[in-house]
């Protein structure tokens, strides 16, 4: 067993942690990050399948994502558009493909208005919110305690309109139903992607990619960091801790430091056991923080067929198996790829199917909207984060029913030495890399004002690296 002493140890090597560590390095702190995996990215990861480059985990990059942006520009990082050219195709009640084109989805006027009506409704009151303290809105307790399933019937008799704006938060977002999450956590979601015509324009918030793929990121970090940093297959079981620092144990190498990042998603928290244990409101609150589930699909074809049909590839059904669908070409490649998307109960149905047998639904899923020339993909693959141990659902947790105006304002407190840092804690960019971004970056200025002794300011969102800061005020 290898012993380090640091002034730092960072838990967990996904973008959260790893921006942490980086921001720490930079500051001249000494750290060491321990990753449970035997890579680096965490919900980031990618894989290159007979030729083609799939993102098995988070990809997408929308323009408000400020903190991921300046990080990117400051490693030397371009994007690239999604392809976004031709019509869309919306799958009706009646399993009708129907192409269209323009914001609104091909239903009934009276629906499109009640559509925009909810949609109003939730980007007033997203704008009533502060992202970072969403348990003070307003009305808070009473958005909390209502279902965002009943919240829209509550405001609408027009079933079809609630089932598809549901369909943006429920299944395309928090992938958990929209009867076991509260309207609050829905208004949060809006509210953290700046409002809720963002998160339904999917020209927006699925905006660009990263050349280099999202998990190159977290590697590009890693290099910067340098050897003797980052300890791969190390899973943290133990941590001691006390007034002074805390004792982390991984597999192969324990880490004393003064403190530490817990940069691991919060339905992992209590996989780790905390000596002396944590208090009883961290105990509670942790309990309450759950994964949702949702399946992502890639197939990968001789060429995009699609295309030459004047269709983008942008796909939506409320009702269907695989309820959005994306053409996921990678820049540079001639292969055709599509990314499709199956969520909370419908991705229970499909585990619970063989592999033939779950391959042949979901493909005719595919086809329901883009034709029989899908049913015969040269890769298909399916995401599987909840099969992981060091994740166990995707893409991130929100609360239950109830739990966010009630335990929200404790989870971004330190407890001690620990600080807890991950993008579904979140304020702009929640669930997102972004988020993962600026957490990494705030946790790391608290650790640094802390150890310096200087005062931490409140009002920092993470956006800017801490040195340009610093540069900016030594100017
Ligand atoms: C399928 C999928 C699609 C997504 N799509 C997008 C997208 O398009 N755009 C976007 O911005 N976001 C997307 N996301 C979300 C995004 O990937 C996450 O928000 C982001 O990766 C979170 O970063 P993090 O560092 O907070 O946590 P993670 O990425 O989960 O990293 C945590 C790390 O901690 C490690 N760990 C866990 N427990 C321990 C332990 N006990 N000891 C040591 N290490 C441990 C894990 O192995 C992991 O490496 C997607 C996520 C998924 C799953």
Redesign the pocket.
């Known amino acids: 067993m290898e012993h380090l002493e640091r002034d730092v140890v960072v ?7 790893l921006t942490a560590a980086y921001e720490l390095n930079k500051a001249g702190k000494s750290v060491a990050v ?4 035997d890579r ?5 990861w990618t894989d290159v399948m007979d030729g083609a480059t799939i993102e ?6 929308s323009p408000d994502q400020s903190g991921l942006y300046s990080l990117i520009e400051e490693l030397g990082i371009e994007t690239f558009e999604r392809y976004k050219v031709g019509k869309s195709v919306y799958l009706n009640e009646q399993g009708e493909a129907v192409i269209y084109s323009g914001e609104d989805f091909p239903v009934a006027q009276n629906t499109v208005a009640q559509m925009n009506k909810l949609i109003g409704l939730m980007n007033d009151l997203a704008a009533q919110m502060n992202p970072d303290k969403p348990w003070e809105h307003p009305q808070a307790e009473e958005l909390d305690k209502i279902s965002f399933h009943h919240f829209l019937r509550q405001n609408s008799n027009d079933e079809l309109a609630c089932n598809n704006v549901g369909l943006f938060i429920a299944g395309g977002m928090l992938t958990k139903p929209a009867h076991t999450f509260s309207a609050l956590q829905a208004v949060l979601m809006a509210s953290s992607a700046g409002s809720f015509d963002n998160l339904v324009d999917e020209d927006f918030i699925l905006d660009r990619r990263i050349v280099g793929t ?1 998990q190159g990121v977290s590697k590009t970090v890693a290099e910067r960091l340098g050897e003797g940093i980052v300890f791969l297959d ?4 133990k941590l001691e801790w006390f007034d002074g620092g805390v004792v982390a144990h991984g597999q192969s190498v324990t880490v004393s430091a003064k403190k530490v990042v817990v ?3 919060p339905n ?1 928290y209590s ?2 056991s905390y000596v002396p244990a944590l208090p009883r409101k961290q105990h509670v609150t942790h309990q309450h923080q759950s994964m949702g589930l ?1 399946i ?1 699909v890639h197939a990968v074809y001789d060429t995009p067929f699609w295309r030459e049909e004047g269709l983008s590839g942008t796909c939506f059904g409320p009702d269907a198996l695989v309820q959005e669908l994306y053409d996921n070409t990678y820049i540079g490649e001639s292969t055709g790829t599509l990314v499709g998307f199956i969520s909370d109960a419908k991705a229970d149905a499909m585990w619970e199917l063989d592999d033939e047998a779950r391959r042949a639904a979901i493909l005719k899923g595919i086809a329901a909207y883009l034709g029989e020339k899908a049913l015969d993909p040269k890769v298909f693959y399916l ?1 599987d ?1 909840a099969a992981e141990e ?2 166990r659902g ?3 947790t929100s609360y239950d029913l109830g739990g966010l105006h009630r335990f929200g304002p404790a989870q971004n407190q330190n407890i001690g030495p620990i600080y807890f840092s ?3 804690l979140a304020g702009e960019g929640f ?6 971004v600026r957490m990494g970056r705030r946790s790391a200025a608290r650790i640094i004002a802390e150890l310096d002794g200087t005062s931490y300011d409140e009002s920092y969102d993470g956006v800017q690296t801490l040195t340009i800061i610093e540069d900016k005020v030594s100017a």
Do not use: C
């Open positions: 838990i967990g090597a996904g973008p959260s942690g321990l990753e449970a995996r680096v990215g965490g919900r980031t098995i985990g988070g990809q997408w990059i999202m190390n899973p943290v079981l940069a691991i998603p992992l996989r780790i949702v992502k995401s984060f060091w994740t995707a893409y991130a991950s993008s579904d669930q997102h890399v972004d988020g993962a």
